[in-house]
Each structure stands twice: as structure tokens, then as C-alpha cells.
């Protein structure tokens, strides 16, 4: 057996060695990988259409590319049609059929993620303000459907 078989072995069953730790370690409660409470919020959204609830006109972006990316207590807006900044991050809260998201952020890590100043930066995504609170009207695992007292906003779960 030669020496690069030999450490291709031992990686494996160094490998396989963690897997059955960490399963354990979470098995018993341990490790709590999955930590999210967010249910059918969790994942990445395709912000299809928005809605105006003064006029009614709607807007159809599911040729677009505008995405909520929603994690822990994470969400990132990104899209690569976007000249200039393309992504940014919040922090939000989902409880009593509402999501509020605050703060929203420029991300870039290397300038400490400065708060967004120029709200038509992040118009696109359906934000009006660095805070808004949205009503969850729908919430699936293939559709969300989000109202604020001037938007409509549908998703597609991807």
C-alpha cells in the first residue's frame, strides 16, 4: 500500500469519525445544528411581483433577479442585476404572522456593513425604509405573499 493510499485512508476515517461524533453530540442534544425557528420562512425567495396598494398597478419581476435570503435571524437581499451595491443584509423578527425588518445594511464586511442611507438602493426589494414591518398574508413552502400598509409582495420559494 502506498503512502498516498494510506493518508486517503486515514482521511476518510478521520472523516467518518466526526460525522458519527456530531450526529451524537446533536442526537443528544449536545449540538444544535438546525437552530432556526423560522420554519417555512427559512430558504431563498424570488421576489416575483410587487403589488401597489394605493393604485393597484403591480409590477412583474419574475424575470428579474431579486432575492431574499432568509437564515437565522439573517436576511439578505441580493441581486446581480443591480448596477453598483447588489447585496445587503438585515436583521428581522418573525412572530404573530409579521416581519419586521430592521436596519438593513450595505454588505461589506471589510467597511463594518454601514446602515443604508439611500432608500432607492433598496426600493428593488420591496423596501421603502432601513425598517419596515411587513403582515405574512401567505407563507408556504412554495409561496410567500408579504403586505405593508403601501405593498404587495409575492415570492416564489426556490
Not at 69 to 77: A, K, R, S
Not at 99 to 128: C, H, M, W
Amino acid at each position: 500500500m502506498t503512502l498516498k493510499m494510506k493518508k486517503s485512508i486515514i482521511s476518510l476515517g478521520i472523516a467518518a469519525l466526526l460525522l458519527i461524533v456530531g450526529g451524537s453530540l446533536h442526537s443528544c442534544g449536545f449540538v444544535d445544528f438546525d437552530h432556526s425557528e423560522n420554519g417555512q420562512l427559512d430558504g431563498y425567495w424570488h421576489l416575483v411581483s410587487v403589488d401597489s396598494l394605493h393604485n393597484g398597478a403591480v409590477t412583474d419581476l419574475s424575470q428579474q433577479r431579486f432575492f431574499w435570503g432568509v437564515q437565522g435571524t439573517l436576511l439578505q437581499f441580493y441581486s446581480p442585476d443591480i448596477q453598483g451595491t447588489r447585496r445587503f443584509v438585515s436583521q428581522f423578527t418573525h412572530q404573530d404572522n409579521r416581519l419586521t425588518v430592521s436596519e438593513v445594511r450595505y454588505d461589506q464586511r471589510e467597511k463594518g456593513d454601514p446602515v443604508v442611507e439611500n432608500i432607492s438602493e433598496i426600493a428593488p426589494f420591496g423596501l421603502n425604509s432601513i425598517t419596515e414591518v411587513f403582515q405574512i398574508d401567505n407563507l408556504s413552502g412554495r409561496s410567500m405573499t408579504l403586505s405593508n400598509n403601501t405593498l404587495r409582495l409575492r415570492f416564489k420559494k426556490m
